[in-house]
């Protein structure tokens, strides 16, 4: 469940930054599940669900990284995709941390 649930929102996280014409002007870019459920209101439920973060960085020699400063409407974009199209998430946060102190990819 998981896996797909990373796959998906992965999926459309590249496939919206392509189509924004970002895709090729950052580092690397990737979703990550974090395995805590937050609680939600999907429609007039209460929901238990994955968050989900995003992760995009811009980088000279992947030693260091800054975080990529992609606009607010492809952001919003993205997480109205992802909370509304993936079963399982229902919040979506973007890591703004550089490298050093966070590395780029989640373990």
Same mark, same amino acid.
Do not use: C, H, N
């Given at each position: 469940e998981r896996l797909n649930i990373i796959k998906e929102a992965?999926? @459309?996280?590249?496939?919206e930054l392509k189509l924004s014409g970002l895709y090729n002007k950052v580092g690397q870019s990737l979703a990550a599940?974090?395995? =805590?459920? *937050?609680?939600g209101v999907?429609?007039?439920?209460?929901t238990y669900s994955y968050? @989900?973060?995003?992760r995009s960085i811009n980088t000279e020699?992947?030693? *260091?990284?800054?975080?990529s400063k992609i606009p607010n409407n492809v952001l919003e974009k993205v997480s109205s995709r992802i909370v509304n199209e993936v079963r399982g998430v229902n919040? =979506?946060?973007?890591?703004? *941390?550089?490298k050093p102190p966070a590395t780029i990819e989640y373990e």
């Open positions: 992965d999926e @459309i996280f590249i496939s599940l974090i395995p =805590v459920k *937050t609680v999907m429609g007039d439920m209460r968050i @989900i973060a995003l020699d992947f030693m *260091t990284a800054d975080w919040r =979506v946060v973007y890591d703004i *941390t550089q």
